[in-house]
């Protein structure tokens, strides 16, 4: 893998868009440096890495300043000029456009993605500073809860949110290597550029996968007369949003759910547990920012509730209701993890609704069961890291059993 690409996400802005006024001065940094009474700005012990030296551990480079960037002349003290680039597996720099509202930069990337912000300063002569903070909010994409979350990283190393570099020469790019974070989360990005460039530049990042939309309740299918022919469960406090997936997704979630209610009009309808959050990514149940959930994070898989839901002589016929249109049915564990084909087939033949399984409520039955697990064709070519699950096509009635 080439060392760029074990770099970490960064800052998303753009040029001159997003400069503030002059006299703007985000926490008297601006000052400081010219007035000289900063000590972290100012601190006579830091010296800037020498150009094309490489990397620093903490995902810096200092490289030279663009040829293409126009040179302002002495009158003026120019603003400072920066572009954010996401890097390819290949090592290739792609820019990442931004949507200008309100003077505010938007930037999308995808989580685990890797970026290079690039911030120079067009003078003739001088020296630069620049403060950089970041702050993330998960709750838009879906996660309500904010304790320990993870930061921004670079090559395994965790990235403060707020660090800054003093006398830079104006020769110089700053460049910032970032990895997004696995999870789903909006990022408020500001820099402070002093000496001879002016800042401050802000911008937002969303760490999102596009194109996920809600699935809906059933009853509010007029295609199906506003019958509740599966019901939504699963939602949790920290999680209160939790079935969003790709439209080819929640297509084939209502053909399934519609089809087994149709042979099956005198049972339970399905339940559909998690499928992604509101804006996909790693989909940390348990509030902890990690696994067990491995997938759930691109809206191509759905849980449905086993237990004295679908009862054991209409288990074969739903799942092949799916195989039908081309979605894998796999039964998981409670810790997420597939079964083995014999350990699910004793699942699959136990009638829940007979003692002891009788005498307990639902939640009880479904902390102990097992759960049906579907895997969803992938209709777009976006690379997904990590690899996204894939069915794998659907296994004979033997094999199944």
Not at 57 to 86: M, Q, Y
Not at 151 to 160: A, C, E, S, V
């Given at each position: 893998?080439?060392?760029?690409l074990?770099?970490?996400?960064?800052?998303?802005?753009?040029?001159?868009?997003?400069?503030?006024?002059?006299?703007?001065?985000?926490?008297g940094?601006r000052?400081?440096?010219?007035m000289?009474?900063?000590?972290e700005?100012?601190?006579p012990s830091f010296?800037?890495?020498?150009?094309?030296?490489?990397?620093?551990?903490?995902?810096v480079?200092?490289?030279?300043?663009?040829e293409?960037?126009?040179?302002a002349?002495?009158?003026?003290?120019?603003?400072?000029?920066?572009?954010?680039?996401?890097?390819?597996?290949?090592?290739?720099e792609?820019?990442?456009?931004?949507?200008?509202?309100?003077?505010?930069?938007?930037l999308?990337?995808?989580?685990?993605?890797?970026?290079?912000?690039?911030?120079?300063c067009?003078?003739?002569?001088?020296?630069?500073?620049?403060?950089?903070?970041?702050?993330?909010?998960?709750?838009?994409?879906?996660?309500?809860?904010?304790?320990?979350?993870?930061?921004y990283?670079?090559?395994?190393?965790?990235?403060?949110?707020?660090?800054?570099?003093?006398?830079?020469?104006?020769?110089?790019?700053?460049?910032?290597?970032?990895?997004?974070p696995e999870?789903?989360?909006r990022?408020?990005?500001?820099?402070?550029?002093?000496g001879?460039?002016y800042?401050?530049?802000?911008?937002?990042?969303d760490?999102?996968?596009?194109?996920?939309?809600?699935l809906?309740?059933?009853?509010?299918?007029?295609?199906?007369?506003?019958?509740?022919?599966?019901?939504?469960?699963?939602?949790?406090?920290?999680?209160?949003?939790?079935?969003?997936?790709?439209?080819?997704?929640i297509?084939l979630i209502?053909?399934?759910?519609w089809?087994?209610h149709?042979?099956?009009?005198?049972a339970?309808v399905?339940?559909?547990?998690?499928i992604?959050?509101?804006?996909?990514?790693?989909?940390?149940?348990s509030?902890?920012?990690?696994?067990?959930?491995?997938f759930?994070?691109?809206?191509?898989?759905?849980d449905?509730?086993?237990?004295?839901?679908?009862?054991e002589?209409?288990r074969?016929r739903?799942k092949?209701?799916?195989?039908?249109?081309g979605?894998e049915?796999?039964?998981?564990?409670?810790?997420h993890?597939?079964l083995?084909?014999?350990?699910?087939a004793?699942w699959?033949g136990?009638?829940?609704?007979?003692?002891?399984?009788?005498?307990?409520?639902?939640?009880?039955?479904?902390?102990?069961?097992p759960?049906y697990?579907?895997?969803?064709?992938?209709?777009?070519?976006?690379?997904?890291?990590p690899?996204?699950?894939?069915?794998?096509?659907?296994?004979s009635?033997s094999?199944?059993?």
């Amino acid at each position: 893998m080439k060392p760029v690409l074990q770099a970490v996400l960064f800052l998303g802005l753009v040029t001159p868009s997003f400069s503030a006024a002059p006299e703007v001065d985000f926490d008297g940094a601006r000052n400081a440096i010219q007035m000289g009474i900063s000590a972290e700005l100012k601190n006579p012990s830091f010296q800037p890495p020498t150009p094309n030296t490489g990397i620093t551990t903490d995902g810096v480079a200092f490289v030279p300043r663009p040829e293409s960037t126009s040179l302002a002349t002495p009158a003026t003290t120019p603003i400072i000029e920066t572009k954010v680039f996401r890097i390819t597996e290949s090592g290739a720099e792609v820019e990442v456009p931004a949507e200008i509202v309100d003077g505010k930069g938007y930037l999308k990337i995808k989580p685990n993605e890797i970026i290079e912000h690039k911030i120079w300063c067009p003078s003739q002569s001088g020296v630069w500073g620049l403060c950089y903070d970041y702050k993330l909010d998960p709750k838009f994409a879906g996660h309500n809860h904010n304790t320990n979350i993870p930061p921004y990283t670079w090559n395994g190393q965790n990235i403060p949110a707020h660090r800054c570099w003093s006398n830079i020469p104006v020769a110089n790019t700053v460049v910032l290597y970032l990895r997004a974070p696995e999870f789903a989360t909006r990022a408020d990005h500001t820099a402070q550029i002093s000496g001879a460039c002016y800042g401050p530049v802000s911008s937002i990042i969303d760490t999102k996968i596009d194109g996920l939309t809600s699935l809906p309740p059933a009853w509010s299918d007029s295609l199906h007369g506003g019958v509740t022919y599966y019901n939504l469960v699963g939602d949790t406090t920290q999680h209160p949003i939790n079935h969003f997936a790709k439209p080819q997704t929640i297509d084939l979630i209502k053909e399934i759910a519609w089809q087994y209610h149709t042979e099956f009009p005198n049972a339970e309808v399905l339940n559909v547990n998690d499928i992604s959050l509101k804006w996909g990514g790693l989909f940390d149940i348990s509030g902890a920012w990690a696994m067990p959930h491995e997938f759930h994070r691109y809206g191509r898989q759905a849980d449905f509730r086993l237990s004295s839901i679908i009862p054991e002589s209409n288990r074969e016929r739903f799942k092949q209701i799916s195989c039908d249109l081309g979605v894998e049915v796999e039964l998981h564990s409670k810790d997420h993890k597939k079964l083995s084909p014999s350990d699910a087939a004793v699942w699959e033949g136990m009638d829940f609704n007979t003692p002891p399984w009788k005498f307990l409520t639902a939640e009880e039955l479904d902390a102990r069961v097992p759960h049906y697990h579907l895997v969803f064709p992938k209709y777009d070519s976006d690379v997904d890291e990590p690899t996204d699950q894939a069915p794998q096509g659907c296994p004979s009635k033997s094999a199944r059993r």
